[in-house]
């Protein structure tokens, strides 16, 4: 079936204030160090992939452009060491901040075998970025752009709203901008923070923004965009392989620091994650040992998936696609009373217009704007 990949780099210019991801403020003598712990990291975890097939390697973070590319390389270079195999159709995705790839170091990146580039510049409007505490600036992101394009590359754009003093008029404006650029795949992020998060002063009111769902969602259809999931709008064929491959359920392997991952052996499903600061990552290496198994793991952060922890996954990844999941295999994975607790359910969710039922179940409009409710109601007990 094949495994997707992540490398997680998680150094940042900033440590912005709404960010929930694992990073460190980017100091370029920690690099080395970081990129050896990965490479020891790789050699430890390569065989507890069932399949080296590779479809896809994301590399995320952080601002993983902000490494040399020769250290993205000699990482690339490191799971072909271990066998992985990267099939001839892979995507190689590089996460990118405005203004931190030039025409040097974005040559190497495609001579490496980069081809998808993933943009973190979430707003064109320089007093809306200064507000939320990024150094880049709309010109910076523009020039970025305009590289990407210059060599008609295919990347993706990271739009962050519902931002503390943005209108719709501003928002409007940063689609209608952002369209102006053709990028293939935009993702789409409503800012999510504690209650009482200093960003939260000034934000648009609950109408305002549920009318920027919408419009969001209106827009990017007129300008020919697939809502394929929840927060992904994409052209046609321009879909991240490597999300849709864990959306529906596909093996992947996470390495550095905060890395998650899930993997299958023969019937039996793990899934589990790395420590959320490099030190305590570091540690967790020190007590792996060659040829140990996934199985032996620490239990603190790994678990063997039982059959309805699974079946929990395939609800709730598949609700967030476009397309939905099978009633049909969920209900034949399930016992009769599960069935019949599940179906009742279902359908006063689809009575009260949270979801459609077709040959699949998905989420409606209304559905989408409430999907932590429609998941809870779903969610299958042991
Ligand atoms: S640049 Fe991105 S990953 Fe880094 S701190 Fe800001 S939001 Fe988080």
Same mark, same amino acid.
Not at 109 to 133: C, E, H, P, T
């Given at each position: ?31 080395? *160090? ?29 601002? =993983?452009?902000?490494? &040399? ?8 270079? #490191?799971? +072909? ?21 030039? +025409? ?26 200064? @507000?939320?505490?990024? @150094? ?36 409007? /404006?940063? /689609?209608?901008?952002? *369209?102006?650029?053709?990028?293939? %795949? ?13 960003? *939260?002063?000034?934000? =648009?009111? +609950? ?19 697939? &809502?394929?999931?929840?927060?992904? %709008? ?7 392989? %490597? ?27 793990? !899934? ?18 060659? @040829?140990? @198994?996934?199985?032996?793991?620490? =239990? #603190? ?10 079946? *929990? ?13 099978? +009633? ?8 009769? #009373? ?17 979801? /459609? !039922? ?25």
């Amino acid at each position: 079936m094949a495994i997707g990949l992540y490398v997680h780099i998680p150094f940042c210019i900033q440590q912005c204030p709404y960010c929930d991801f694992s990073t460190e403020i980017n100091q370029q003598e920690n690099h080395h *160090n970081y990129i050896e712990l990965l490479k020891k990291e790789i050699a430890l975890k390569s065989n507890w992939a069932a399949d080296k097939n590779v479809r896809s390697l994301y590399f995320g973070g952080g601002t =993983p452009s902000l490494v &040399q590319p020769k250290y993205i390389l000699s990482l690339i270079k #490191e799971f +072909e060491k271990y066998g992985f195999y990267f099939l001839e159709d892979v995507e190689i995705t590089l996460e990118i901040n405005p203004g931190t790839i030039s +025409e040097e170091s974005l040559g190497e990146y495609l001579q490496m075998g980069v081809n998808r580039f993933s943009v973190g510049a979430q707003s064109f409007n320089d007093n809306i970025l200064n @507000k939320i505490g990024r @150094k880049h600036s709309a010109q910076d992101t523009v020039k970025t752009l305009d590289l990407l394009n210059k060599h008609k590359l295919n990347y993706s754009f990271d739009l962050l709203f519902s931002l503390p003093g943005q209108s719709m008029k501003d928002l409007a /404006l940063d /689609l209608a901008t952002l *369209n102006s650029f053709s990028p293939k %795949h935009i993702s789409t992020y409503y800012l999510t923070i504690p209650q009482r998060h200093s960003l *939260n002063l000034n934000r =648009p009111d +609950e109408d305002t923004e549920l009318e920027m769902f919408d419009f969001i969602e209106d827009k990017l259809d007129s300008y020919g965009f697939n &809502q394929y999931e929840i927060s992904n %709008h994409a052209l046609k064929n321009f879909e991240s392989k %490597h999300n849709y491959h864990t959306w529906l359920g596909g093996q992947y392997l996470g390495i550095g620091m905060s890395a998650h991952s899930f993997i299958e052996h023969n019937d039996d499903k793990f !899934r589990f994650w790395n420590p959320n600061t490099t030190n305590a990552w570091e540690k967790s290496l020190e007590v792996l040992k060659p @040829k140990m @198994k996934v199985s032996d793991q620490s =239990p #603190e952060r790994f678990e063997k998936l039982t059959k309805i922890d699974h079946l *929990n996954d395939f609800v709730h990844t598949g609700l967030r696609l476009k397309e939905g999941f099978s +009633e049909k295999k969920l209900m034949e994975s399930l016992d009769k #009373e599960k069935q019949n607790e599940w179906i009742l359910m279902a359908n006063s969710m689809v009575e009260q217009k949270y979801l /459609l !039922r077709d040959e699949n179940i998905s989420l409606t409009k209304k559905g989408k704007r409430m999907l932590n409710f429609v998941l809870e109601k779903l969610f299958i007990s042991k």
